[in-house]
């Protein structure tokens, strides 16, 4: 009977858990995790549907697992499912040599450049001096109702919960599987070990602010304004830094960037502050690693895309273990038996 672990439950590992364990009915599926929701880094992310901070990942991968990221997101809000919410966002240059149109572009609802003239219009409204932007219809989830909901669809298609600290990948703990789906995030670093996996604090605010119905991003002020369904998130920093405590000077930061853009912030109660770390690399690993008589697939270092990319990751992971058990036959077989 093959035996399958996923490790991390995070958003990216949920997904590869519930995706498996949906599709592989009679295998034992188990998800290891040191923390679960409400305790991951998805937890207090933006949910936002942004290729953002993914490193160099080629952008033909970006585009396959984002649009199917995408068309994921925009079935749940036909169906009003994971408080998946649709709306429009704004991004801003200050720099339009900065800008280019990115090749996700042609796979979005209602992607559209900027005119002078919006340009104009929008540097008035929101105090900028932007010279280039781009405007297109994206999702943004409530992560904490996401990732409650895939850990439920898991255990309700049978798949057992582990909650334990891995020590590496060759833990006794993990000696009885013969598949290891690697999506353990920053942890990665010391799990793998990868050093290429690296942290990029994100400081957020949330604030009350209902009024607010659209994604605004001035790319190189560093500002972001994400509303979720009951709140809306106030970005953003990004620093190589462990460091996972809320910094005053980073809240003045955006506080006073976010109210530069929308003044009506000024009256906004702050209901959290929070920082996370992105699980930041080169580029996103997505590889099948056969070793020690075992099939590990790692899927780690999502960087700030982690929401805009985890449903098609998952595919990928699940047609890399469809191709390893038709090649190992009898060891699907004998688990069919
Ligand atoms: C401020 C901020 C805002 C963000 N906003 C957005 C956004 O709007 N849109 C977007 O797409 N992305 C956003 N992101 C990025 C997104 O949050 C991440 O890309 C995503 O959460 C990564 O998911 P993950 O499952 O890989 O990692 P994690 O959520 O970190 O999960 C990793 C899991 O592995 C487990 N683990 C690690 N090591 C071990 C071990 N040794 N043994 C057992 N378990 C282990 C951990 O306990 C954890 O459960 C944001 C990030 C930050 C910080
Ligand atoms: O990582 C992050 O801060 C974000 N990712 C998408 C929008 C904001």
């Known amino acids: 009977m093959t035996k399958i672990a996923v490790i991390g439950a995070g958003v990216i590992g949920l997904t590869c858990a519930v995706k498996i364990k949906e599709t592989y009915k009679d295998l034992d599926v188990v998800l290891i995790s040191s923390e679960f929701s409400p305790n991951t880094t998805g937890d207090g992310s933006g949910g936002l549907w942004l290729p953002y901070l993914c490193g160099s990942t080629p952008y033909n991968l970006i585009e396959k697992w984002g649009a199917e990221t995408y068309r994921f997101l925009y079935e749940q809000w036909k169906t009003g499912g994971y ?22 572009a ?65 833990d006794p703990l993990l000696a009885q599987y013969d598949v290891v789906v690697n999506c353990s995030g920053l942890g990665a670093r010391f799990l793998v070990p990868d050093d290429r996996v690296v942290p990029l604090r994100g400081q957020v605010l949330r604030v009350i602010a209902p009024w607010i119905n659209q994604v605004v991003i001035d790319e190189e002020g560093g500002n972001y304004i994400i509303p979720n369904a009951q709140t809306v998130v ?12 809320v910094d005053p000077k980073d809240t003045d930061f955006i506080l006073n960037g976010c109210k530069r853009i929308m003044p009506g912030l000024e009256r906004a109660e702050i209901v959290k502050r929070w920082v996370g770390l992105r699980p930041s690399r080169d580029a996103v690993r997505l590889e099948p690693e056969e070793k020690n008589g075992k099939l590990y697939i790692h899927n780690y270092g999502h960087g700030g895309s982690g929401f805009t990319l985890f449903w098609g990751c998952g595919e990928e992971v699940l047609q890399i273990l469809q191709t390893y058990l038709n090649k190992n036959h009898k060891l699907y077989i004998n688990s069919k038996l």
Do not use: I
């Open 83 to 104: 408080g998946v919410c649709m709306l429009p966002l704004y991004y801003f240059y200050r720099t339009k040599e900065k800008f280019h149109t990115p090749e996700w």
């Open 234 to 245: 106030l970005g953003g920093t990004s620093q190589k830094d462990f460091n996972t405590e």
């Open 106 to 170: 042609r796979m979005v609802f209602g992607y559209h450049e900027l005119d002078s003239k919006e340009l104009e219009h929008y540097s008035k409204l929101f105090s900028g001096k932007y010279t280039a932007g781009q405007t297109f219809t994206t999702f943004v989830c409530s992560p904490p109702t996401l990732l409650t909901h895939f850990l439920q669809r898991f255990e309700q298609a049978n798949g057992k919960v582990l909650q334990a600290k891995l020590t590496s990948l060759q």
